[in-house]
């Protein structure tokens, strides 16, 4: 073997790792929901945006608050415990590490959207609108 093809073995390797290390997160931290559940359950909870402002500002899900991933740890006092947190973001990473924030902090009730924002088919809102 040459040194490319242990590199993109290697490459290849960390991927799948990084893979399984998040599917652990997800099922110890949340649920994953299709849209259709998602929709239904966020009108009874938190619908948290997990996206930076500016990617929220340029479309977000009706309804949603933005509390960036990067601001979760600092913002945990506006989040209720008591209610069940609804979370997205462009795909779901962002959500699943916010998920597993929440639940190191007491959170009990965590859904995240299934293929986040990017595969919504419900009501949207814009900065604009």
């Known amino acids: 073997m ?8 290697a490459i290849l390797l960390a991927l799948l790792i990084y893979e399984v290390y998040m599917h652990v997160m997800v099922k110890r931290s949340a649920k994953v929901i299709p849209a259709d559940a ?4 966020m009108r009874k909870g938190q619908l948290i945006d997990v996206r930076d402002k500016e990617t929220f ?3 977000h899900i009706l309804g949603a608050r933005n509390i960036p991933y990067t601001m979760i740890k ?5 989040i209720r415990k008591d209610m069940p947190v609804y979370l997205y973001d462009q ?3 962002l959500s699943i590490r916010t998920a597993n924030i929440l639940r190191k902090n ?9 293929g986040g924002y990017s ?3 419900g009501k949207i ?4 609108q």
């Open 57 to 59: 500002d340029a479309g």
């Open 38 to 41: 998602f929709r239904e359950g």
């Open 106 to 114: 007491g959170y009990k009730t965590i859904f995240i959207l299934k």
């Open 125 to 128: 809102k814009k900065k604009n």
């Open 119 to 121: 595969e919504w088919d």
């Open 2 to 9: 040459n040194w490319l093809t242990v590199f993109l073995l």
């Open 91 to 93: 795909s779901k990473s």
């Open 74 to 78: 600092s913002s945990l006092t506006a």
